[in-house]
């Protein structure tokens, strides 16, 4: 009796945190995916809200279009089994698969300084093979099938990769860009060919592009929905006790440093 009767004075809108590059990176899965403990962290938060509202804040650059659509779906595949409303916040950056985890969002809110947008794909490599030959490296490379080493970053790059590669990344650009459509409808205010070509705004220049419903953060947001009393619950994955590894290689080191490089790399994109 007494706690229905807290649950209606106080209602508790549960709050999920999805920060960093998307994607399952590297060996030890230091990525934002869609794992079994984060998708308990999410059936926990619709069981949580009594409010009828999960709130979700995201702060990514984007990374893969696989996880960015398997999160977004999955959140709302709960919303919809628990009849919860989805708002989504971006705030320091909803870019890219970022923006794609956004659009879930039955409402989407931004700060007025955030970075919207970035509905495009992108490839970006190195390439050593000037490297190699100043040095008279010789590098073997057998393979079964001609476009099995595809993009090497050891060989000089060819134009028959380049247009392969092109057409990949117009078939996912397509996704996402049936993805914003699908979500945000009507609201869209601009022509394809100003929001779909990988551009960024502000939160504040995204509200009339029908980016965004409104300009506010969480707290600001549900304090004038729900008044002084809301209770915003953080979710934080129920940690469980595991061993480190215990020995790690030059090249985990290695391939470790990369991957930081490559992260940092997206979000140097944008200034962050």
């Not at 790059?157 to 397509?174: F, G, N, P, S, W």
Request: contains cysteine.
């Amino acid at each position: 009796m007494i706690s229905a009767l807290w649950r209606r004075r106080y209602p508790v809108v549960p709050l999920i945190r999805l920060s960093g590059v998307i994607g399952s990176a590297g060996r030890y899965g230091s990525g934002l995916a869609l794992t079994p403990p984060l998708d308990r962290q999410f059936r926990r938060a619709m069981v949580t809200a009594r409010s009828g509202v999960v709130a979700v804040a995201i702060n990514s650059p984007g990374g893969s279009a696989v996880q960015s659509m398997l999160l977004a779906s999955r959140l709302r595949a709960l919303a919809t089994r628990y009849d919860r409303r989805l708002y989504t916040f971006i705030e320091d950056i909803g870019a890219s698969g970022g923006y794609w985890l956004a659009c879930c969002g039955d409402r989407v809110f931004a700060t007025p300084s955030s970075i919207v947008g970035s509905i495009g794909v992108i490839y970006a490599a190195f390439g050593f093979h000037e490297l190699l030959e100043r040095y008279k490296i010789e590098r073997r490379v057998v393979t079964a099938g001609e476009d099995k080493s595809m993009l090497d970053a050891f060989s000089p790059l060819k134009d028959r990769d380049v247009a392969r590669l092109k057409e990949i990344q117009a078939d996912i650009h397509t996704q996402f860009v049936g993805y914003v459509k699908q979500r945000r409808g009507h609201r869209l205010k601009k022509s394809e060919k100003s929001l779909f070509e990988g551009g960024v705004w502000s939160g504040r220049e995204a509200l009339p592009l029908g980016l965004i419903d409104e300009v506010g953060d969480v707290y600001s947001v549900l304090g004038v929905e729900f008044g002084d009393r809301v209770v915003i619950r953080p979710m934080h994955p129920k940690r469980r006790f595991s061993f480190p590894p215990i020995r790690i290689s030059a090249r985990d080191t290695a391939a470790g440093t990369l991957q930081e490089l490559s992260a940092a790399s997206l979000w140097a994109r944008f200034g962050l």
